[in-house]
């Protein structure tokens, strides 16, 4: 009998969304009272998200892989354009048009183009196989497709997305077979455009040498991470205790969305930190576990790139907020508030779940079988 979903997968998503609640209720609570006169308004709506990101989730699992590879293009088009379309008539904050303003809540349409442009070059190099050692007709129409998106997100401008995607999109060639030297001839063009397009915006320039030295700066562009590392300092091993934080309160900015992490390393200490980690770290394993155990080089590819996708946004954040890297805005995927990032990892994991219930038996109930422990090791 095929088990209908991956329980470690399902597992995983449920922890994260129950560490989500307690973390953003926690963190939420004063900045929601100062800003809408009501302390319960972001959690509430937090409340009303996840049920229908979970529907969203299990309806996409429902959908044979087929399908998807089918409506690939589709799908890729309306994506780019509704990425237009957000910048004719999106809502702009603090100079980012990013955002569709529905009845007061807000879509960001970069959440439903990255998991197209995963299917599209998940399509691509498993349709055609015998195209990806020219590069005229492996490499190039994939690129083509990938710049035209690079191109709709600096102009937001939305640089952390934009690295976001190319990482992956290269994951994913590299494993599908592109040529190295393909590969390296594209990053030696590409990267100088990436740093030309740093230095061209001084607040990223801000943010680079913020990261180098934030005391140098410490109430401006050094002030987030500032706070982030204090906030961690102070956790210690076990933490303040859930609710009795500091930096939350008005100290540390986006306390409930991109720097939700820092607000749990100084309630949660060290260990709630690594648990967060160890949930991440088992997450990713069964999706790669996952996408080597499938025959079909799409769905393969489709399972990489979805867990890469989730994978990566968690190290990006927690580098940055523990300034590893320089500060940048992008939730964790399942954990920070925000519903278009919700629904965009629902439909990630949708995928996943559908490939899992769509294998082969024999290969579906090996997966099954395999102990959290194996997928540790």
Same mark, same amino acid.
């Given at each position: 009998?095929?088990?209908?979903?991956?329980?470690?997968?399902?597992?995983?998503?449920?922890?994260?969304?129950?560490?989500?609640?307690?973390?953003?209720?926690?963190?939420?609570?004063?900045?929601?009272?100062?800003?809408?006169?009501?302390?319960?308004?972001? /959690?509430?709506?937090?409340?009303?998200?996840?049920?229908?990101?979970?529907?969203?989730?299990?309806?996409? $699992?429902?959908?044979?892989? $087929?399908?998807?590879?089918?409506?690939?293009?589709?799908?890729? /088009?309306?994506? !780019?354009?509704?990425?237009?379309?957000?910048?004719?008539?999106?809502?702009?904050?603090?100079?980012?048009?990013?955002?569709? $303003?529905?009845? =007061?809540?807000?879509?960001?349409?970069?959440?439903?183009?990255?998991?197209?442009?995963? !299917? &599209? *070059?998940?399509?691509?190099?498993?349709?055609?196989?015998?195209? !990806?050692?020219?590069?005229?007709?492996?490499?190039?129409?994939?690129?083509?497709?990938?710049?035209?998106?690079?191109?709709?997100?600096?102009?937001?401008?939305?640089?952390?997305?934009?690295?976001?995607?190319?990482?992956?999109?290269? /994951?994913?060639? +590299?494993?599908?077979?592109?040529?190295?030297?393909?590969?390296?001839?594209?990053?030696?063009?590409?990267?100088?455009?990436?740093?030309?397009?740093?230095?061209?915006?001084?607040?990223?320039?801000?943010?680079?040498?913020?990261?180098?030295?934030?005391?140098?700066?410490?109430?401006?562009?050094?002030?987030?991470?500032?706070? $982030?590392?204090?906030?961690?300092?102070?956790? =210690?091993?076990?933490?303040?205790?859930?609710?009795?934080?500091?930096?939350?309160?008005? &100290? !540390?900015?986006?306390?409930?969305?991109? +720097?939700?992490?820092?607000? *749990?390393?100084?309630?949660?200490?060290?260990?709630?930190?690594?648990?967060?980690?160890?949930?991440?770290?088992?997450?990713?394993?069964?999706?790669?576990?996952?996408?080597?155990?499938?025959?079909?080089?799409?769905?393969?590819?489709?399972?990489?790139?979805?867990?890469?996708?989730?994978?990566?946004?968690?190290?990006?954040?927690?580098?940055?907020?523990? =300034? *590893?890297?320089?500060?940048?805005? *992008?939730?964790?995927?399942?954990?920070?508030?925000?519903?278009?990032?919700?629904?965009?990892?629902?439909?990630?994991?949708?995928?996943?779940?559908?490939?899992?219930?769509?294998?082969?038996?024999?290969?579906?109930?090996?997966?099954?079988?395999?102990?959290?422990?194996?997928?540790?090791?």
């Amino acid at each position: 009998m095929r088990p209908a979903f991956d329980s470690i997968l399902i597992g995983c998503v449920i922890a994260l969304l129950t560490l989500s609640i307690l973390m953003v209720g926690s963190a939420s609570l004063s900045v929601s009272e100062v800003r809408y006169n009501d302390a319960f308004r972001i /959690i509430r709506h937090w409340l009303i998200y996840i049920p229908f990101g979970l529907l969203l989730m299990w309806g996409v $699992s429902r959908v044979h892989p $087929s399908w998807w590879k089918a409506a690939c293009l589709p799908l890729l /088009i309306t994506s !780019l354009l509704i990425m237009v379309a957000v910048l004719i008539t999106g809502q702009s904050l603090n100079g980012a048009t990013r955002w569709f $303003s529905f009845f =007061g809540l807000s879509l960001q349409p970069v959440e439903l183009l990255k998991p197209a442009i995963i !299917l &599209y *070059m998940a399509y691509y190099m498993g349709t055609f196989p015998d195209r !990806l050692h020219q590069l005229s007709s492996g490499l190039a129409p994939m690129l083509l497709i990938l710049c035209s998106a690079l191109v709709l997100l600096m102009l937001q401008p939305d640089f952390g997305n934009s690295v976001l995607i190319f990482i992956v999109c290269f /994951i994913l060639w +590299f494993v599908g077979g592109i040529p190295f030297l393909h590969l390296a001839a594209m990053t030696s063009v590409l990267i100088p455009v990436g740093i030309i397009a740093v230095i061209a915006e001084p607040y990223r320039v801000e943010r680079l040498l913020s990261f180098t030295d934030p005391w140098a700066d410490q109430f401006g562009s050094g002030y987030q991470l500032i706070q $982030s590392m204090i906030a961690f300092g102070s956790g =210690g091993l076990t933490g303040s205790g859930l609710g009795q934080g500091i930096q939350k309160l008005f &100290y !540390l900015p986006e306390a409930f969305t991109d +720097f939700i992490a820092a607000v *749990m390393g100084e309630e949660l200490g060290l260990i709630g930190t690594a648990g967060l980690i160890i949930i991440f770290g088992i997450l990713i394993m069964r999706g790669l576990q996952l996408a080597m155990r499938c025959e079909q080089t799409f769905e393969r590819l489709l399972a990489t790139g979805c867990t890469l996708l989730i994978g990566i946004s968690f190290f990006i954040n927690l580098a940055a907020v523990m =300034g *590893m890297i320089p500060t940048k805005g *992008m939730p964790i995927p399942f954990f920070s508030y925000g519903g278009s990032a919700l629904f965009g990892n629902c439909i990630l994991m949708g995928f996943l779940l559908g490939i899992h219930r769509h294998l082969p038996v024999k290969q579906n109930n090996s997966i099954h079988h395999t102990s959290v422990s194996e997928v540790i090791t």
